[in-house]
């Protein structure tokens, strides 16, 4: 059974890092055309894709986010890492992190639970 | 920025059948997914490649493709299916663009 949680600070003030760790069982982070992205979405709001890294360690970035995000793997301890930088309070939001299947595009299945992060000072 | 276009809402009464539409420029290029998020729980994917449905998913879900719009059809509506729905796919270079999300209301 493939699952995924994520993990991390539930409140961080504005202008720090937020840092979130995804830790899967199930599938190993060394899986041929898998990977795990990450996903947030608002209060009430749609779901917004933030980042992706896959086995050969390929990683994408949402274009309008790419500069505050860093995406990162430990294989051993199958556990992927996001840090996000300068946080803001518009940055609310549970944050998903989810298997991500290769593909034209790539899909997500499962997901986790997520994870609340509130940002306020 | 590229985008999906869904409605915001659909209702229908149970025994009914749902259609929830997402548009855009690039799906006929692009496959599509859709996604059911119930309230407080993580989205769960009902459809992959614009009309395969996963193992567990009841079979009253399917998808189809016509030009720049995709559907999402559910047949003879179970109360157990109002949720939020969220188509995704990608646009030109690949990055993922996820719909604005209809939320499915059963009568």
């Known amino acids: 059974q493939v699952t995924l949680k994520e993990s991390g600070p539930v409140l961080v003030k504005p202008t720090e890092t937020l840092t979130l760790t995804c830790t899967v069982s199930g599938f190993s982070l060394s899986n041929a055309r898998m990977g795990v992205s990450w996903i947030r979405q608002p209060p009430g709001k749609a779901l917004e894709w933030l980042a992706h890294?896959?086995?050969?360690?390929?990683?994408s970035y949402s274009t309008s986010l790419k500069s505050r995000l860093t995406i990162s793997k430990d294989t051993s301890k199958s556990q992927v890492v996001l840090t996000m930088t300068n946080m803001d309070p518009v940055d609310t939001a549970t944050y998903y992190c989810?298997?991500?299947?290769?593909?034209?595009?790539?899909?997500?299945?499962?997901w986790g639970q997520g994870t609340l992060v509130t940002v306020s000072s | 920025s590229y985008e999906l276009t869904q409605p915001p809402s659909v209702s229908v009464s149970p025994g009914q059948t749902a259609r929830i539409t997402c548009s855009g420029d690039?799906?006929?290029?692009?496959?599509a997914y859709w996604y059911q998020q119930k309230p407080g729980q993580a989205p769960v994917l009902v459809i992959y490649?614009?009309?395969e449905r996963p193992s567990g998913i009841p079979e009253r879900f399917s998808g189809s493709s016509s030009g720049t719009t995709v559907t999402l059809t559910i047949s003879g509506v179970q109360a157990e299916d109002e949720a939020d729905y969220y188509c995704?796919?990608?646009?030109?270079?690949?990055?993922?663009?996820f719909g604005g999300g209809t939320k499915l209301t059963v009568l």
């Open positions: 690039a799906l006929p290029k692009q496959y």
């Open positions: 989810a298997r991500t299947l290769s593909g034209s595009p790539n899909w997500f299945d499962p």
């Open positions: 995704q796919s990608a646009d030109s270079s690949g990055t993922v663009v």
């Open positions: 490649k614009d009309s």
């Open positions: 890294i896959f086995s050969n360690d390929e990683k």
